[in-house]
């Protein structure tokens, strides 16, 4: 069974910054694609940004220029660097491995994001 953890959130004022990391069981090339979403409170899950198995990245609009993705192969790892972060950035995120049909999902970090 694939496992997903996340780790890093926690609370920070707004304009700072957080590291999320997301470690996965398995080889993290052996997934098509790797992914954050989040959900706010009383709000849907969004998706934030992934990156795929050749390392194309993409990011949700509200993100764009602030929130930055990467990962380390070695350590099955990936990242998320989150910069200028915004009160409306608090939500627990989420990583999500993909492979086929298949998605794996972690528990979550909690991020708090104070004005």
């Known amino acids: 069974q694939v496992q997903v953890v996340e780790s890093g959130g926690g609370l920070v004022q707004a304009g700072g910054s957080l590291r999320l990391s997301c470690a996965a069981s398995e080889w993290i090339l052996a997934f098509n694609s790797m992914a954050w979403y989040r959900r706010a409170p009383e709000k849907q899950r969004e998706f934030v940004a992934s990156?795929?198995?050749?390392?194309?990245?993409d990011y949700a609009d509200s993100v764009k220029g602030r929130f930055t993705s990467s990962r380390d192969n070695a350590k099955n790892t990936v990242y998320l660097q989150m910069n200028s972060l915004k009160p409306e950035d608090t939500a627990v995120y989420y990583c999500t491995a993909t492979r086929g049909t298949n998605d794996y999902w972690g528990q979550g970090t909690q991020v708090t994001v104070s004005s």
């Open positions: 990156i795929t198995r050749g390392g194309s990245k």
